[in-house]
Nanobody
Framework: VQLQASGGGLVQAGDSLRLSCAAS????????MGWFRQAPGKEREFVAGITWNGGRTYYADSVKGRFTIARDNARNTVTLQMNSLKPEDTADYYC?????????????????WGQGTQVTVSS
């Protein structure tokens, strides 16, 4: 396993969760990183991305202002702070390492994927 996501759970609308993604066996400090999510019956969608040095972040419109992506290259970790959660945020969340230093918004922009962590938001 090279990317391990954790932190999912069952919460109520309006609550917060913090997802973490830890890299092992290799460093991704030169790669952009991203978070995607996939709800049942839907395609995987981009949630947030961060450049290799954390200098720039990108968000899907649906999470802008509520989610924050961050990284700690010394610890080889990426986090996704999710606030003001809504039922429509319910999905499996995946972290991924981009092919280059800048993260894209499509799954094919990423070469390494962690297993999903489930987030369920009840109304």
């Amino acid at each position: 396993v090279q990317l391990q996501a954790s932190g999912g759970g069952l919460v109520q609308a309006g609550d917060s969760l913090r997802l973490s993604c830890a890299a092992s066996r290799r460093t991704f400090s030169n790669n952009g990183m991203g978070w995607f999510r996939q709800a049942p019956g839907k395609e995987r969608e981009f949630v947030a991305g961060i450049t290799w040095n954390g200098g720039r972040t990108y968000y899907a419109d649906s999470v802008k202002g509520r989610f924050t992506i961050a990284r700690d290259n010394a610890r080889n970790t990426v986090t996704l702070q999710m606030n003001s959660l809504k039922p429509e945020d319910t999905a499996d969340y995946y972290c991924a390492a981009a092919r280059g230093a800048v993260p894209g918004s499509a799954p094919y922009d990423y070469s390494y994927w962690g297993q999903g962590t489930q987030v369920t938001v009840s109304s």
